[in-house]
């Protein structure tokens, strides 16, 4: 199964720093990522950072573990699938946080992931989910990183 990735972007009236460290702290995760219904860092980690794991567990009930693998603030950090639902052979995504004016930041959203069978040949559909659910969860970040 050939690998399927996608980007998402918004714009949000702060600065990267502001941006980075709100969508970075778990204690705030489920304030604006509407998609999730549990976000906890594990293993005894406090803060994200560069080999961390996370549990995250969406709103339908599928779960997965990530670890970070990238983590340079304020600009971009990236995940990829420690364990996950079978539906998922391989998981990767990175947010990207650029200033594009003062006090303004496109953040970036990319996901790229392989399919298991039978799932992959549902690819079309479930691409059009998780982007549409990308897209909820950026307009809910814009609308919750200043008012926190």
């Not at 509407?34 to 080999?51: E, H, N, Q, S, V």
């Not at 690819?123 to 969860?137: C, E, G, P």
């Amino acid at each position: 199964m050939k690998g399927i990735k996608f980007t998402e972007t918004i714009e949000v009236d702060c600065t990267p720093e502001t941006v980075f460290d709100f969508t970075q702290d778990y204690g705030k995760r489920l304030i604006w990522d509407t998609f999730l219904k549990r976000a906890d860092l594990i293993d005894g980690a406090l803060k994200a950072d560069k080999g961390v794991k996370a549990l995250c567990v969406a709103k339908n009930g599928l779960g997965m573990v990530t670890e970070y693998i990238t983590f340079n603030r304020p600009t971009v950090t990236a995940i990829k699938m420690i364990k996950g639902p079978y539906l998922f052979k391989s998981f990767l995504g990175s947010w990207t946080f650029k200033e594009i004016a003062h006090q303004k930041t496109e953040v970036i959203f990319l996901y790229s992931y392989s399919l298991n069978f039978p799932f992959s040949l549902c690819s079309k559909l479930i691409k059009l989910k998780l982007q549409a659910d990308v897209r909820k969860r950026l307009s809910d970040l814009k609308h919750s990183v200043n008012i926190s």
